[in-house]
T-cell receptor, first 115, second 114 residues
């Protein structure tokens, strides 16, 4: 049990719609990272937030955006959904001090299906 | 840029047999290396990690991995497989601590036969 929760568990949307996925980090964890895991693939880094500011971004278009809140919760927003956005979305939280060797703890994920 | 190659998308062993899952990495800086396990319909659980120091790393559930810089490898082993080890295993690399992204391999599905 990592203490990282995500909601909803499953979600079905249609192409062109917008979606918001939510993550609740462990208390005291300043960093949250989001990953996309397509079927049969390893997770791909989307972006990371540290103390409510974006701290790095992977090769994803601007229609993927995020927010991090002071209460250790965060959101991943995806606009103009495409069929290829169908995947498991994972958030990971960590203490996140610069140079720290701490671990990223993953939540159970949200399975998004785009029809 | 960093990358991870996991050799073998599917490994099948008998219960009680040695488990060996292979991982090779590419990194321009000293890497931090990780093995995560994913059970069906679940998130990722950390098995073990290498940051600095001792190159043989012991993890949970009897798994261990050895960092070999000369071979750019970080293979995962377990002396005796158990049915409960059946899962997907991911090797990952990062530049440093948790403020850096993890770059994952494509995963290896481990099947354990009775």
């Amino acid at each position: 049990e990592t203490g990282v929760t995500q909601s909803p568990t499953h979600l079905i949307k249609t192409r062109g719609q917008q979606v918001t996925l939510r993550c609740s980090s462990q208390s005291g964890h300043n960093t949250v990272s989001w990953y996309q895991q397509a079927l049969g693939q390893g997770p791909q880094f989307i972006f990371q937030y540290y103390r409510e500011e974006e701290n790095g971004r992977g090769n994803f278009p601007p229609r993927f955006s995020g927010l991090q809140f002071p209460n250790y919760s965060s959101e991943l927003n995806v606009n103009a959904l495409e069929l290829d956005d169908s995947a498991l979305y994972l958030c990971a939280s960590s203490l996140g001090s610069i140079g720290a060797t701490d671990t990223q703890y993953f939540g159970p994920g949200t399975r998004l299906t785009v029809l | 840029a960093q990358s991870v190659t996991q050799l073998g998308s599917h490994v099948s062993v008998s219960e009680g047999a040695l488990v060996l899952l292979r991982c090779n990495y590419s990194s321009s800086v000293p890497p931090y290396l990780f093995w995560y396990v994913q059970y069906p319909n679940q998130g990722l659980q950390l098995l073990l990690k290498y940051t600095t120091g001792a190159t043989l790393v012991k993890g949970i559930n009897g798994f261990e991995a050895e960092f070999k810089k000369s071979e750019t490898s970080f293979h995962l082993t377990k002396p005796s497989a158990h049915m409960s080890d059946a899962a997907e295993y991911f090797c990952a690399v990062s530049r440093g601590g948790s403020n850096y992204k993890l770059t994952f391999g494509k995963g290896t599905l481990l099947t354990v036969n009775p």
